[in-house]
């Protein structure tokens, strides 16, 4: 069984991708380019084609990983305002509407009792992601974000 997640282990990767497709995308640029180099005269099209087609592959990747993150950052949003509108009045909703996407994401990670008062620092004293989860004393769990 893992350690419960916290604040120094809760970057979650996806070895599949991280450490392998994205490590072997980023891998064929340099030596793409460095067959090229080889035999630029005879394939001096098709090499710099080559070349543009693996560069574009590494970006189309870090794109769709990009993609899939932000659409996680706004559903994690959501959550966390449907979270806080159960939690503090009315009143205190209206206050908390500033609350910023990246201050919502970081909150997700604070208990239902701390979350309120949390969420009013972090609105009042403008908090960072960081400042937010190093402020919390109740981890709560996230794990499903990849």
Known sequence: MSAPQNLKNHTRWDPIFHFFALLILLINIPITGWWYGRHFYQHTHSGAW????????FIVALKTRNYA???????????ERIRLASLVTPSELIELS????????????ASNPEVPELARRAVREKLDRKQIKES?????ADNERV
Not at 50 to 57: D, E, Y
């Open 98 to 109: 500033s609350l910023t996407t990246s201050q919502l994401i970081a909150l997700r990670f």
């Open 136 to 140: 919390i004393s109740s981890w709560r």
């Open 69 to 79: 993150v932000k659409n996680q950052d706004r559903i994690i949003a959501l959550e």
């Open 50 to 57: 080559l070349l543009l087609v693996s560069v574009a592959l």
